[in-house]
């Protein structure tokens, strides 16, 4: 089993290893210049030659590769010396413990990954992530969860009752609404009816975040902000449920242990939830799993329409602005939290049933 994990680790290391390389050859071969967007008007050779320097854009691009790889890696080699050199150990970016010296004045630390800072604010991208990717989470969460739990007890529904009108109804609307409206268009449409035409019957807004500031109280938690948008974001994951759930449970309840257990007298509900439906949640949980990993990273348009302050609303400002290294960040982040729960998700496999550890 600890090879089977260690062997799981490995790929996805090698995995998240190609995604930051992708990130960085992509987004340096955009047009524009770090240094105009951040001087503006106050832009002239000599402040560009200036910012060139502070960003080590002036290097040869594997350089920068280079520097780019030891700022992300928690095991790197900084100077202490020479504060003009981009490995120079800046307590403004580093946060480190210090592991041992070598060579005239290089040291090994161990320290938090650096994203970078923003062009615009100027403040570190870990920080603007740690504001912002929690309230997303929570967004994302919850869509999950409107999307599992409908989804599973609706595709149940529609696998029990095998082409009858409520079967039919159920698989038509899940594959029409669910699959086939975009997010943004879906959510354009329930902030303007349940937000604009019938607030006062459900006291929605059709925007709002989490927090919303209250001049006596200060900082108040809205929980009935999260309604709209989380459902909005759920919509496309309830008809993947929805489907896997019935063609899942279909196939299960086919089986002979099925009609065996049928056969001995168990009344519906244990043959459905004792014994079919625990077998039939295998695929459904893979999805569940891939789609929260995906509703986080798939939340920009969702959190723009509803004003929701998470990350996905903070890459659309930077990429408006030409805030790459907001947008690097927080692409590299969506691309950890997919990598980590494919790998506890493979572990998780590999424990219920070891035929897959030996494969």
């Known amino acids: 089993m600890v090879k089977y994990i260690l062997k799981k680790i490995g790929y996805g290391l090698v995995v998240l290893f190609g995604v930051i390389t992708t990130i960085f050859f ?3 071969v955009l047009p524009g210049d770090p240094a105009t967007v951040m001087l ?3 832009a002239n050779k000599e402040a560009v030659e200036a910012i060139h320097r502070d960003l080590g854009t002036d290097k040869p691009i594997l350089v920068q590769y280079g520097h780019y790889l030891n700022d ?14 981009l ?20 040291v090994l630390v161990l320290k938090t990954p650096y994203l970078r800072r923003s062009y615009i604010t100027k403040r570190n991208v870990s920080e603007i992530i740690a504001d912002t990717l929690p309230e997303t989470a929570v967004l994302a969460f919850a869509s999950i969860l409107i999307a599992s739990f409908l989804g599973i007890l609706l595709g149940i529904v529609a696998a029990t009752k095998k082409n009858s ?6 698989f038509v609307n899940a594959t029409v609404f669910g699959m086939s409206a975009p997010s943004f268009l879906v959510g354009l449409v329930i902030a303007w009816l349940f937000g604009y035409v019938l607030t006062k019957y459900t006291g929605l807004s059709p925007s709002g975040s989490l927090y919303d500031m209250d001049v006596w109280d ?12 989380a459902i909005t974001l759920g919509i496309r994951p309830l008809s993947i449920v929805i489907q896997l759930t019935r063609s899942s449970l279909l196939d299960v309840l086919s089986q002979d242990y099925i009609r065996t257990a049928k056969a001995k007298g168990l009344s519906f509900r244990k043959v459905i939830f004792k014994h079919a439906l625990k077998n039939a949640l295998n695929p459904v949980i893979t999805a569940i799993s891939g789609w929260f990993a995906g509703l986080m990273a798939g939340a920009v348009f969702v959190e ?8 996905g609303n903070e890459v659309f400002e930077a990429l408006t602005k030409n805030d790459l290294p907001v947008v690097m960040g927080a692409t590299l982040i969506f691309a950890t ?3 980590f729960i494919s790998i506890i998700v493979d572990i998780i496999y590999g424990v219920l049933d070891p035929r897959v550890r030996v494969k």
Do not use: A, C
């Open 165 to 170: 009108f409520i079967d039919k109804f159920i």
């Open 87 to 106: 490995l120079f150990l800046n307590p403004e970016k580093y946060n480190w413990i210090p592991l041992f010296t070598f060579g005239p004045n290089k």
């Open 304 to 311: 723009r329409i509803f004003s929701w302050k998470g990350i």
């Open 26 to 28: 992509l987004f340096n």
């Open 337 to 339: 939290i997919f990598v």
């Open 218 to 229: 200060g900082e108040i938690m809205k929980l009935k902000n999260l309604i709209l948008p």
């Open 40 to 42: 503006g008007q106050r």
């Open 72 to 85: 992300l890696s928690p095991l790197s080699v900084h100077t202490y010396q020479n504060d003009k050199d």
